[in-house]
Every structure is written in structure tokens, then in C-alpha cells.
């Protein structure tokens, strides 16, 4: 199982960004989709965590400015960030739990997300 990240960058607060994570394999042998991003000098922390039947469990600094949603014909699974923040700043990592084994856990390379105030 390979995820690769996209879309992540540079922008100013207030601004948007939609990051992607195009996974190989089969999405309906997932058991969660995970958003974590970490911050310079700071631990791992997780985001945005959708279970199997959709529910998505947001951290409680992002709710209601980000998103997170899956295109199960693509194999891609998104963060739609809005109203962002200088605090947001962090590479953030996409990943995922299996039903089947291997199960995981299974992460993106990260990508780099700057918010300028």
C-alpha cells in the first residue's frame, strides 16, 4: 500500500488549501482515512480520522474550518482546509488502517503546509 500526498503550500491566513492523498490499492479494504500533521518541534497530532462508515472525528482546533472526504473510484481521499491559521503551519501526513492484513499503519511522505500571517 503506497498513499502519496499532494497540495499542500504557501498562503496567507484566512486563505484555502485542499490537500489530496491518491492511495494504491483498494479503498474498501480501509478501515480509516487519517489526516495528522506535525509542527516544528512539536509531537504528531491527528487532524481529521474518517472511520469506515464515514464518520469523521475532527480535532477540536480544526472543526468547522477543515474537511475531510474520499473519492472511492479514484482511490483519493482529501483535507479541504479553510479559514486557515499561522498555528495550522506543519507537514502534514495522510494515512491509513487496513481491514485486511497487512493492516498498517500506512503514511504519506508528508507535505509542507505554511500559513503566513
Known amino acids: 500500500v503506497q498513499l502519496v500526498e499532494s497540495g499542500g503550500g504557501l498562503v496567507q491566513a484566512g486563505g484555502s488549501l485542499t490537500l489530496c492523498c491518491e492511495v494504491?490499492?483498494?479503498?474498501?479494504?480501509?478501515?480509516?482515512l487519517g489526516w495528522y500533521r506535525q509542527a516544528s518541534g512539536k509531537e504528531r497530532e491527528m487532524v481529521a480520522l474518517?472511520?469506515?462508515?464515514?464518520?469523521?472525528n475532527y480535532a477540536d482546533s480544526v472543526r468547522d474550518r477543515f474537511t475531510s472526504s474520499k473519492h472511492n473510484a479514484k482511490n483519493t481521499f482529501y483535507l479541504q482546509m479553510t479559514n486557515l491559521r499561522p498555528e495550522d503551519t506543519a507537514v502534514y501526513y495522510c494515512?491509513?488502517?487496513?481491514?485486511?492484513?497487512?493492516?498498517?499503519?500506512?503514511w504519506g511522505q508528508g507535505t509542507q503546509v505554511t500559513v503566513s500571517s
Open positions: 494504491s490499492g483498494r479503498m474498501s479494504s480501509v478501515n480509516t
Open positions: 494515512g491509513l488502517v487496513r481491514l485486511i492484513v497487512p493492516f498498517g499503519p500506512f
Open positions: 474518517m472511520r469506515s462508515d464515514g464518520i469523521v
